[in-house]
Each structure stands twice: as C-alpha cells, then as structure tokens.
C-alpha cells in the first residue's frame, strides 16, 4: 500500500471526531514536557492492562512518549514489558549481549530500512530502558521462516503479544507498531494485530486496551515511495484536533462508548523526522 494513501486514511481519522469538539476540549491531557509525564497521564493510563502506541514510521515524538510512558508506570510501581514491531531474529546480536553498541550493530538498526522503523528514535527506545530493573523488552515482528511478511502478519504479531501478556499478567504492557496495526477496527477488511488482542475471549481484556494514534498538526516524515525513503511534508494544522485544543501537546482518550479505530490520541503540533542508524 502507498504511503500517500495511507496518510489520506489517517487524514480522515483526524477529522472523524470533529463532531463532539466539546467532549475532546474538556478531556484532553495536557502534556507540557513531553519527557516528563505528569500523574494526570497516568491517572488516564492506569487502568488499562495493555497501551498500543501506533505511528507513521520514522517521526520522533511517537518513540519518545513510549520511553516517557514506560517510566511514568515504573515510577508508579508497576512492571511493564515493552514491545517493539521489529523480528527479534535482527536483533540476535543485541540479545546475545545486551550492551549499547550491539543495538546499532543489530541487523535490523544497521542495515537499510524500508520503512523507517530502524531509526535513532527506536534505537533510544531500547537505551533508554533496558537498563530500567522494572522493564523487560521484547520483539514481535515476524521472523522469516514464520511466515510471510504479508500473509498472517497481523495474526503471528498478535500471538507474541499474546503470549508475553500470559507470561506476565500483572504486568504492564507497552507495544509501538505502524498504526494499522494498532488499529481496533479491521483494515481493508482484514482483523489487525489490535482487533486480534480485543477479541481474544482467552485473554479477556477487551475494556482494559489503550491503543493510541500518533497525531500532528504538521510534520516531516520519512515514507516509502516506489521502495525508496524520502522526506515529506504533512499539514493537518485545519484537523479537530489541532484546532480544538490550545496544548502543544496531550494525550486524549475517547469517551468508552465511542466507536472508533482507536482509544485514543497522543497529540503533538509537529512531528520531526528521525533520522535512520544506518545514515550515521
């Protein structure tokens, strides 16, 4: 699928809950350092067993509110599991020998990317944290032998995450992924990653799912066109969200009743371009 189709499906989520304005200026959460979430965030985030943050590959702020997240809830005494959509086979090196230098050295960090994942935002991601004794990382994109990238993705994604919650089930647990795949809703008329982990009658945390969409009003994103990356300029300054609320950052959640592809919507007025390990 193109990217700029893609960013049409997103522009059309943005301006989906233009209809109750009132409701989204009266619950948006004021973030004013993004590095530092305050205990109102974590008010509206503790309930939920698992948080899907979901991005446009290669922007900085999605990264960065996971890390802040993932220490908001272990200043908070819980324990959290990260997961990142990346195949743990690319990741062999780092996991043999969890040192800072194996992480750019892992194949997925320092080979080229296509999709802009293999960036210095998600790279901090891992350094940032694996130090953290409250903070487990994990991997869930599929491996090779698995199966195809595009038959069953969503399926074999939702499994691993599955399989980590069972692990620990008192636990927190934080993933980020493209944001198809943190959707609640299918897409294309195909479940996702996220509708897998709603519907799951096993696991039964339906009403305990944040999943949350990276939002801007204007930006510069890395995407893919024709198998090559390049930088591109978004302008969503005209959205809801960007005009209803005065904050140049916050985290809105969706009243509960609400039927929507998300949870909710980590907000930010721009998104800056992360640039990729293997360009250093």
Request: proline content about 4%; cysteine-free.
């Amino acid at each position: 699928m193109k990217k700029n189709l893609l960013m049409l499906l997103l522009a059309s989520h943005l301006f989906s809950y233009g209809q109750n304005r009132s409701y989204l200026k009266q619950h948006a959460i004021e973030i004013s350092d993004p590095n530092n979430l305050s205990h109102d965030i974590y008010k509206a985030i503790s309930p939920y067993t698992l948080i899907m943050i979901g991005e446009m590959h290669g922007s900085n702020e999605p990264a960065k509110f996971a890390i802040s997240l993932a220490d908001l809830l272990t200043k908070n005494n819980n324990h959290v599991q990260v997961g990142l959509e990346i195949p743990s086979d690319q990741m062999k090196k780092y996991l043999s020998n969890p040192v800072d230098s194996n992480v750019y050295r892992s194949a997925f960090f320092s080979k080229k990317s296509m999709d802009a994942r293999a960036s210095f935002a998600w790279a901090d991601i891992i350094l940032k944290l694996k130090n953290n004794p409250k903070i487990e990382i994990f991997f869930f994109d599929i491996n090779p032998e698995e199966g195809s990238r595009y038959i069953n993705r969503d399926s074999l994604m939702y499994l691993k995450i599955k399989k980590r919650i069972q692990l620990h089930p008192t636990w927190k647990t934080l993933t980020l992924s493209g944001n198809i795949h943190n959707r609640l809703s299918p897409f294309n008329n195909n479940s996702t990653m996220g509708l897998y982990l709603k519907n799951d009658e096993g696991l039964n945390i339906a009403d305990k799912i944040a999943s949350i969409n990276h939002s801007f009003a204007t930006g510069t994103l890395l995407e893919n066109e024709e198998n090559n990356l390049q930088l591109y300029n978004r302008d969503y300054s005209d959205s809801p969200f960007a005009t209803t609320v005065d904050y140049p950052n916050y985290l809105f959640l969706y009243a509960p009743s609400t039927s929507t592809n998300y949870s909710g919507v980590y907000f930010t007025r721009k998104a800056t371009v992360s640039k990729l390990v293997s360009e250093r």
